[in-house]
């Protein structure tokens, strides 16, 4: 039977994850509200309008969310030219594509900005499909983006590996049934990840490639 593997982009194959704190963080600065950087890092992974409502509570001008929205996506459009892949990103969606892995990615960008990532990422060749928040009624922590790049793939749960850096990702993964495997590069702590829902943790990509072998994405 075919496999899955399933990426989120932002912050496990891309460092964007501080790119997106400081547009969202200036982006409510011009809104007049002050978030702390901490709390908006804990908070990325999540769909932007899920986002604001997490950050600003049930209680805030909700009439403000697509300014809010608009401002942090033109100000992080400006990175669209730039964006770093981690190290061995790439050849790791390879790697796995050629050991039989179906690669699909399950991610909050869509449109210009998955673009712009998929080019930094630059394995095209390796990615099968895309589930993008477009696709979708539910962002991350919900199973939808999971269940949805499943769909894409062919793949029934129990043969699939969800690879995320953030607790949102492991969340997801978990409720779609799939194993979830945790990357450290996008700043979130590992216990956190663990008690989330990761079988394994890797610090980034190249890590996770040399120890493939020895990890959930392992032959079988």
């Known amino acids: ?38 709390a908006i890092h804990r908070a990325i992974g999540l769909g932007s309008y899920d986002l604001i409502a997490h950050l600003l509570g049930d209680e805030r001008d909700r009439g403000e969310d697509d300014t809010l929205a608009a401002g942090h996506k033109a100000l992080y459009g400006t990175y669209f030219g730039r964006l770093p892949a981690f190290k061995d990103a790439g050849p790791l969606l390879r790697a796995l594509a050629d050991k039989g892995w179906t690669v699909v990615l399950a991610t909050s960008a869509s449109g210009r900005e998955l673009e712009a990532l998929k ?23 919900a199973p939808d983006p999971v269940e949805q790049a499943l769909e894409l793939a062919g793949v029934p749960a129990e043969r699939a590996v969800l690879v995320g850096d953030t607790v949102w990702d492991m969340r997801a993964g978990s409720q779609a049934g799939v194993t979830c495997v945790g990357v450290l590069c996008g700043g979130i702590p590992r216990g956190d990840l663990e008690n989330a829902g990761a079988a394994a943790i890797f610090n980034h990509p190249s890590h996770l490639l040399r120890s493939l072998d020895n990890s959930p994405l392992a032959d079988s």
């Open 119 to 141: 080019r930094a990422i630059d394995a095209d060749d390796a990615i099968s499909a895309s589930a993008s928040v477009d696709d979708v009624q539910a962002g991350k922590p």
């Open 1 to 38: 039977m075919p496999r899955a593997a399933v990426f989120d982009v932002d912050g496990t194959l891309v460092d964007t994850n501080h790119l997106h704190v400081a547009a969202w963080w200036e982006a409510f600065r011009q809104a007049g509200h002050t978030v702390p950087m901490h």
